[in-house]
């Protein structure tokens, strides 16, 4: 199933194929574990956010539609706000730290993984240090210490509509830059 894409998958597991179910997991397992890990630096709670995403593929709670972007993104970002959903549950409001700040991570499972890692987390930096300074505030405040938008807008003193458009300026200047290195924006 190496090379089916993700959405012919995603279509599968919707008919209850469990080799293709089982393939999204082992694609995607990794990705949004450490994903999860990053904002909740808590295992059990990464843990949490895994299982959570993919019982919501099993049981169609959550619909992907193609034309609204690519798997891997919708992913990450149903990650992204059962995370944060989790912090607030468990009362647990630590600021994160940007990737610049890794030192938490949790360790790769192999060598390639982790020079792999390095490689993605240098372009991403790069990326975001290529953006204008409010943008760059935005995009951590939103991406990697989990503010809303409206707590943005207000922590910033600027309307929403402004913190809206600079979150997608941004993302578009980040996809733009990834794409230019020949690396994808996830």
């Given at each position: 199933?190496?090379?089916?894409?993700?959405?012919?998958?995603?279509?599968r597991?919707?008919?209850k194929?469990?080799?293709?179910?089982?393939?999204?997991?082992?694609?995607?397992?990794?990705l949004?574990?450490?994903?999860?890990?990053?904002?909740?630096?808590d295992?059990?709670?990464?843990e949490?956010v895994?299982q959570?995403?993919f019982?919501?593929?099993?049981?169609?709670?959550?619909k992907?539609?193609e034309?609204?972007g690519?798997?891997?993104?919708?992913?990450l970002?149903m990650?992204?706000?059962?995370?944060?959903?989790?912090?607030?549950?468990?009362?647990?409001?630590?600021?994160f730290?940007?990737?610049?700040?890794?030192?938490?991570?949790?360790?790769?499972?192999?060598?390639?993984?982790?020079?792999?890692?390095?490689?993605?987390?240098?372009?991403i930096?790069?990326?975001?240090?290529?953006?204008?300074?409010?943008?760059?505030?935005?995009?951590?405040?939103?991406?990697?210490?989990?503010?809303?938008?409206?707590?943005?807008?207000?922590?910033?003193?600027?309307?929403?509509?402004?913190?809206?458009?600079?979150?997608?300026l941004?993302?578009?200047?980040?996809?733009?830059?990834m794409?230019?290195?020949?690396?994808?924006?996830?």
């Amino acid at each position: 199933m190496v090379d089916i894409d993700d959405a012919a998958l995603y279509k599968r597991s919707l008919q209850k194929d469990k080799i293709a179910f089982e393939a999204l997991y082992d694609r995607y397992e990794k990705l949004l574990y450490s994903f999860a890990y990053k904002m909740t630096r808590d295992e059990s709670l990464a843990e949490e956010v895994v299982q959570d995403i993919f019982l919501k593929l099993w049981n169609e709670a959550e619909k992907y539609d193609e034309s609204k972007g690519k798997f891997s993104s919708w992913l990450l970002t149903m990650a992204r706000f059962k995370a944060i959903d989790l912090i607030r549950k468990n009362k647990r409001h630590e600021h994160f730290e940007l990737l610049e700040k890794d030192d938490a991570r949790q360790p790769a499972a192999s060598a390639a993984e982790e020079v792999e890692w390095q490689e993605e987390r240098s372009s991403i930096l790069a990326a975001v240090k290529q953006l204008k300074k409010d943008q760059q505030k935005i995009i951590d405040l939103f991406y990697f210490k989990g503010l809303s938008q409206q707590n943005i807008s207000n922590q910033c003193e600027i309307p929403l509509g402004t913190v809206k458009g600079r979150i997608r300026l941004a993302l578009k200047h980040l996809r733009d830059h990834m794409s230019a290195e020949g690396r994808d924006l996830q």
